[in-house]
């Protein structure tokens, strides 16, 4: 009897061994592989910026389609080349702050300036410039760099949570890879707001409201981009009142969804209202965006766009496009995502149609979009054969890279004084 007892002990202390080894293997895979993907595609980035910043023309004080805050002659380098364009937005509040005069130009009218950029990315750089005592072009693309490291480790674990690891493995692939994903190590504020936005769809997911709410806010002085989480968080206390059955849906957690939904109406309002007290005028906010051609023309900007570029015909291939991207969407098996990534695919898409401008920036407003790289996902794993399905990811990534060498040395890189296309 002492001998069966002392199997029966060894073989559970085995199986407990067994379980614990499965959950660190577990664990260090959800760090280990987005790490590494991210890790050799910022590498690759890193060498087509050095190559194609050769080509960088010197940057004076006073170019009429560019910001300077620091002028610098040609092929500056790596690091200056990362704080191109709004970069230098950045870094002019990291260093000198926001302005409590708007500045205005002819007939009094506001001008660009530093009011319509989001404060969060820039004042956590300026704190790192004063603690490290470093300058802002090596600053600013490092936390970038940081920050996106632990984004695509979020966005990893989201994925994992709703479609298991096979396909957090390729989402995280498939968005490493996205024409724009240097702007991850860029002085911008994407890697912040994909950290963000990640991780409120994963909380949300995981029903932690609290910390949910506290990411909101954040994300509200990241990007002006919360109120497309309202649509999210309306998809998600549906579907747990379509369960409440099943899984019981409480009273208090049913009064904080709904907290949650007014919190994103209203911290969507945030900034602007920090604004109107920092500067004394109501209206700062709406006037700096309107330097940059704001306003309501933004809710018919893609339609005149298209319009404009192939008249009748554009419109005919804009609406068919969306048709197929909202089609694809549609589909039961995406739907399958969850509410979390679903919701905020479609949300996303629909606030850059009536919020955005169409442009050269649409590119790198889609890295936000990085659920829709899912329909892929979804295609590729319903590819029969393994060989056939690591053939068909290979070419996307690779046909990815050679997208993200186009878009360094046409968009991020400053290459002639006429009006360039920027990122």
């Known amino acids: 009897m002492v001998l069966i007892g002392v199997l029966a002990v060894s073989s559970r202390v085995s199986t407990i061994a067994t379980e614990s080894a499965a959950r660190r293997s577990k664990a260090l895979c959800q760090l280990w592989f987005p790490l590494l993907v991210y890790a050799l595609t910022r590498l690759f980035a890193v060498v087509a910026v050095m190559m194609a910043g050769r080509h960088q023309i010197a940057i004076p004080p006073g170019l009429p389609f560019y910001h300077v805050s620091s002028p610098t002659g040609s092929a500056p380098g790596y690091w200056t080349i990362m704080t191109n364009w709004d970069g230098q937005w950045y870094r002019t509040i990291a260093t000198h702050g926001y302005p409590l005069d708007l500045p205005t130009g002819e007939a009094g009218r506001v001008v660009q300036n530093a009011w319509g950029f989001y404060p969060l990315y820039p004042l956590l750089v300026g704190a790192l410039m004063w603690v490290t005592g470093l300058s802002f072009a090596y600053v600013g693309p490092a936390l970038s760099v940081a920050l996106g490291a632990v984004a695509v480790v979020v966005l990893f674990r989201l994925v994992q949570d709703a479609l298991g690891t096979g396909a957090a493995s390729l989402a995280v692939v498939l968005t490493c890879t996205f024409m724009a994903a240097p702007v991850l190590q860029a002085a911008y504020t994407e890697s912040l707001a994909l950290l963000l936005v990640c991780s409120c769809l994963l909380l949300l997911r995981r029903r932690r409201y609290a910390w949910t709410g506290v990411v909101i806010v954040l994300l509200a002085l990241t990007r002006n981009v919360v109120l497309a989480m309202t649509l999210v968080i309306l998809l998600h206390g549906a579907a747990r009142w379509r369960a409440r059955s099943e899984d019981e849906f409480t009273k208090r957690d049913r009064l904080t969804v709904s907290g949650l939904v007014v919190l ?142 186009i878009w360094i040395a046409n968009y991020l890189v400053v290459s002639n004084t006429s009006r360039q296309l920027f990122p």
Do not use: K
Request: aromatic share 12%.
């Open 264 to 405: 994103c109406v209203a911290a969507t309002g945030l900034w602007p209202a920090i604004a109107a007290t920092a500067t004394g005028q109501v209206s700062a906010y709406s006037q700096t965006m309107a330097a940059w051609g704001g306003g309501l023309r933004v809710l018919i900007a893609w339609p005149r766009t298209f319009f404009n570029a192939g008249g009748p015909t554009g419109l005919v291939v804009l609406f068919a496009l969306l048709f197929c991207i909202f089609g694809l969407l549609a589909r039961p098996a995406a739907r399958r995502w969850g509410p979390e990534l679903w919701g905020w695919s479609v949300a996303y898409l629909c606030y850059l149609l009536v919020a955005t401008d169409f442009g050269s920036s649409t590119i790198r407003h889609l890295l936000l979009a990085f659920p829709v790289s899912l329909v892929v996902v979804d295609l590729l794993r319903s590819i029969g054969p393994r060989v056939v399905r690591a053939t068909g990811l290979g070419l996307v990534a690779m046909g990815g890279l050679a997208l993200q060498w």
